[in-house]
């Protein structure tokens, strides 16, 4: 269940009606769907989807160059919700945030959750007694504890949200090579990206918005 107290909604994308505008370039494939002023590429409609857990054990939480995006206005929100989920981080990760705070920035000046000293673990995950890597803030979340899940970068992964430089935000599908049974799984299942993802664009975007999505999926389907 997702509280409607929760940041983000408001901050960064807040409700409004949205009107669906498609364009179409070289092919249906490469399709952008333009809803107001955020782009959506058509693979996001398109592709399949969907986590297999038992496959992967939250193996993106402990692989990568730097931690998970942030975004600044999700700054204030670890800070006040860290008293939740600090108990269940593991030691290395407490001592990671000591050192570095809440976040730090990596080499292309991105500000990302940071990562245990000498390795790609984020700060913020711990692994249970099989190996499973699970995220603790997600955890404390799920039990009722705090206002924020976890990054929107982690709960809308494949999808990467971007600001362009006129101003418009761009939504496009990530592939990641760790994440190839979820698109083998999606496919199994019949189940999409924006399907996959629909509580947490609800949540981002709003109820509009989504609408908007599949109004955009049932025209391409159409073309």
Known sequence: MYSSTLPLR?????QKSF???LMLKMNDYNSIIQID???VSGEILTEYFACDYDKCKGICCVIGDSGAPLLECELPALEKNYHHFSPIMSEAGRRAVD????F???IDGDLVTPLVPDSEECAYCRRDADGNCLCT?????NMGNGDFCKPISCRLYP???SKLSNGMTALNLHRWDICRD????GRRKKIRVYQFLKTPLIHFFGEDFYSALEAAAKQLREA
Do not use: M
């Open 10 to 14: 408001k901050e960064i994308y807040p």
């Open 37 to 39: 002023d955020i782009l």
């Open 159 to 161: 999808i990467r949200v």
């Open 99 to 102: 050192e570095k705070g809440f």
């Open 19 to 21: 009107t669906t505008k």
């Open 137 to 141: 803030i997600e955890e404390q979340w």
């Open 182 to 185: 979820a698109f083998t799984n």
């Open 104 to 106: 730090e920035i990596d």
